[in-house]
């Protein structure tokens, strides 16, 4: 069974701070997902990566930035965050087809 | 404008009723059509479709693809309160690797 993991499933941030999401899959797969998910929005896309090192802007790239050093494992982090980067993030993995495999998300509160 | 519209947005049923979600979409160069189920946590897996008129099926669900109305469907017989959820739409395009999401329709069986 493909397994990814989040680091944290809920945090609490203060508004500046610099915040740091993790996310590992065990499946050796090449492409690797960020989205956030808010009411009524549904889904969007904010990073993703390819290969190592590699990364594309997803739909709304401002305010995130993204680090993989590492086939495993996708960072999305918080430069500075916002209140309105309050939201549930999750990550997502997938190999050379479209099925895209989900982590259980972290909700993210910014206060 | 929005590349993947579903409908409804959301849905109250009775236990026993058949349902049909509907996701109609509008990209360049169609690859593959999916449907998640997502609870209170991740989204899962429920089908890919990239052929029309073939019917998927899992037990009390099913999907159909229509590449020239450019829509699909998912049905639901004898829903149960396990169903309820929202039901994620997204397709994925040719020489792309991010899925586009629809934004979600919660469906709510009453018992």
């Known amino acids: 069974d493909v397994k990814v993991t989040q680091s944290s499933r809920y945090l609490v941030k203060r508004t500046g701070e610099k915040v740091f999401l993790e996310c590992v899959q065990d499946?050796?797969?090449?492409?690797m997902f960020w989205y956030r998910q808010d009411p009524g929005l549904g889904l969007r896309l904010i990073y993703f990566s390819y290969d190592v090192k590699m990364k594309e802007k997803g739909d709304i790239p401002e305010g995130y930035s993204v680090s993989r050093e590492k086939k495993e494992r996708f960072s999305l982090i918080l430069e500075s965050a916002s209140t309105n980067q309050t939201s549930m993030y999750l990550c997502?993995?997938?190999?050379?087809?479209?099925?895209?495999?989900f982590g259980p998300g972290t909700r993210l509160t910014v206060l | 404008e929005d590349k993947v519209v579903q409908s409804p947005l959301s849905l109250v049923v009775h236990e026993g009723d058949t349902v049909t979600l509907n996701c109609s979409y509008e990209v360049t160069n169609f690859r593959s059509l999916l449907w998640y189920k997502q609870e209170k946590k991740a989204p899962t897996f429920l089908f890919m479709l990239?052929?029309?008129?073939i019917e998927k099926k899992s037990g009390r669900l099913s999907s159909i693809l229509d590449k020239k109305e450019l829509f699909s469907i998912l049905n639901i017989t004898a829903t149960q309160t396990g169903d309820s959820a929202v039901y994620l739409c997204?397709?994925?395009?040719?020489?792309?690797?991010?899925?586009?999401f629809g934004k979600g329709t919660t469906l709510s069986v009453s018992s």
């Open positions: 499946m050796d797969h090449e492409n």
């Open positions: 997502a993995s997938s190999s050379e087809g479209d099925t895209q495999y």
């Open positions: 990239t052929s029309s008129g």
């Open positions: 997204a397709v994925g395009e040719q020489a792309g690797t991010a899925l586009i």
